[in-house]
């Protein structure tokens, strides 16, 4: 990988991976396996969970964006990644708008300011 950055992963219903896709951010890495995941009606929780770890493992990724309604189910695995990369980044889907206050990232992040460090 010298020379070359990191790619943007995505987990994310078929709309936001179509849109990333046709942006550019489509990979295969040696081994064949896709930097994105597509989350049908059908696709499992466990199966989510597993892409979401595999990303975190592999080291061509710099950035996990996933939609926050899928990041609902799969809390537990994301509050538990403490790493600044890959960073994963919530993101509103066209059905479900963003939410602040689910973002556990944005929520990390504000705890480490008060508004102190603002003046």
């Given at each position: 990988m010298a020379g070359r950055g990191k790619l943007i992963a995505v987990i994310g219903d078929e709309d936001t991976c179509t849109g990333f896709l046709l942006g550019g951010i489509g990979e295969l890495n040696k081994n064949r396996k896709p930097n994105f995941l597509v989350v049908e009606k059908d696709t499992s929780i466990t199966e989510i969970e597993e892409t979401f770890k595999s990303f975190l493992a592999r080291n061509d990724i710099g950035i996990i964006l996933i939609n926050q309604f899928i990041a609902e189910m799969i809390r537990h695995a994301?509050?538990?990644?403490m790493e600044s990369?890959?960073?994963v980044l919530e993101i509103p889907s066209k059905e479900h708008p963003y939410d602040a206050s689910k973002d556990s990232i944005l929520r990390r992040a504000k705890g480490m300011f008060s508004a102190e460090d603002f003046r």
């Open positions: 994301i509050d538990a990644h990369i890959p960073a």
